[in-house]
């Protein structure tokens, strides 16, 4: 039974998360003023290793190879007004097809080689029994392959007529996006991202990104998946009317009234990598309104994570601009499900391999004279 003494752990467990280590930080950048370089020519995989100094307190020696994408699945209500373009089975199929590696995002993460946490949160139709495992952890201490069972109930309520789902459900959310969290600590893993997979969760998204910060709607939204031209005339009007009612709730209630199950987790997830120090990567637009929903909770955990892509979706810019980070890089891409999170891993798999391989200029046995006119003269 949830009760006041989860949503209660819930701060406790987020009050634990840590700033940065900023000596460890101060000494990464200095060491990269020190290598074979032009220092700053290797642009932001400097920035990337500094900041992972910051986060494991380590200047070299951050092996980032155990990697493991978290995706958390559940069905929206709110598809009953007309706001999505693809029916909802669709979240059953994906949900099971990522155990199968044949999704945009597992088939990648099936050639790198990354472990994927399946999580059904609350898929409304039914998951053959023989798919599903009740631990995130196997007996030898892995991830799973099968079908995480973590359902809160058939889907979500239609936000647009009553909340969404229960305060209490909304923190069983979170608190499974923590056990996430720890589960992926307890395997080993060095680096996480977040995916989801539920038909209409643009539109809960765009719901949450509205509450927080007042934007208009019209500003916030896009056609998802395809939608047409009076399902984005819906969606927009239902965006905007849920803005205004939980405008002044605090982030549970926000959740509660217009988020889904996946959106919980999410959010529960990143701060559940952050209070473990490990780097955890937004994929795309839910993505990082879940990640906006961590910051309104503890705004600690952005020092630990790292944008992916830049999504196509119309208020991802809003969202990106609310946590303050840049995303790595731009391939026009707004599928969802964590696709864009194995690329940044290997970005940031060369941002410390830069720190860890490369030798100073001196073991280089180069002059650095050079470096000193070039600095003069402020052309970096």
Do not use: W
């Amino acid at each position: 039974m949830i009760c006041e003494k989860d949503e209660k752990n819930i701060e406790a467990l987020s009050r634990e998360i840590c700033p940065p280590d900023r000596e460890a930080m101060e000494k990464a950048a200095a060491r990269q003023e020190e290598l074979a370089k032009v220092p700053g020519s290797l642009g932001r995989l400097e920035d990337i290793s500094i900041r992972m100094a910051g986060i494991t307190g380590n200047v070299t020696g951050n092996d980032l190879r155990k990697q493991c994408i978290a995706v958390f699945c559940g069905d929206n209500g709110v598809v009953a007004e007309g706001v999505a373009s693809a029916p909802q089975t669709v979240t059953l199929c994906q949900t099971i097809n990522f155990t199968r590696r044949i999704t945009g995002m597992s088939a990648q993460a099936r050639y790198f080689g990354i472990d994927v946490l399946d999580v059904d949160m609350g898929v409304a139709e039914d998951i053959p029994e023989e798919l599903y495992t009740d631990s995130m952890l196997t007996k030898d201490g892995s991830i799973p392959v099968k079908i995480v069972n973590r359902s809160i109930a058939r889907g979500t309520k239609n936000l647009a007529k009553e909340p969404a789902m229960t305060r209490r459900q909304a923190i069983q959310g979170i608190l499974t996006g923590f056990e996430a969290a720890d589960a992926m600590k307890k395997a080993g893993i060095q680096l996480c991202g977040i995916g989801e997979m539920g038909i209409g969760n643009t539109t809960t998204s765009s719901c949450l990104l509205s509450a927080v910060t007042g934007v208009e709607a019209e500003d916030l939204v896009g056609r998802g998946g395809g939608l047409n031209n009076e399902g984005l005339e819906t969606k927009i009007r239902i965006v905007r009317d849920a803005g205004v009612r939980c405008r002044d709730m605090d982030p549970i209630g926000k959740l509660a009234a217009v988020g889904g199950f996946d959106l919980c987790a999410m959010t529960g997830c990143y701060l559940g990598a952050a209070r473990n120090r490990m780097p955890v990567v937004i994929d795309g637009f839910i993505s990082i309104v879940a990640a906006v929903m961590a910051r309104e909770i503890q705004p600690l955990v952005t020092h630990y994570m790292f944008a992916s892509h830049k999504s196509m979706e119309v208020g991802y810019n809003t969202a990106m601009e609310r946590l303050g980070l840049k995303p790595m890089f731009d391939l026009g891409m707004r599928l969802g499900e964590g696709s864009g999170c194995p690329v940044a891993f290997k970005i940031m798999e060369a941002g410390c391999a830069s720190m860890d391989l490369m030798k100073t200029l001196a073991e280089g046995s180069i002059d650095a004279g050079y470096l000193e006119e070039i600095k003069k003269g402020n052309f970096f």
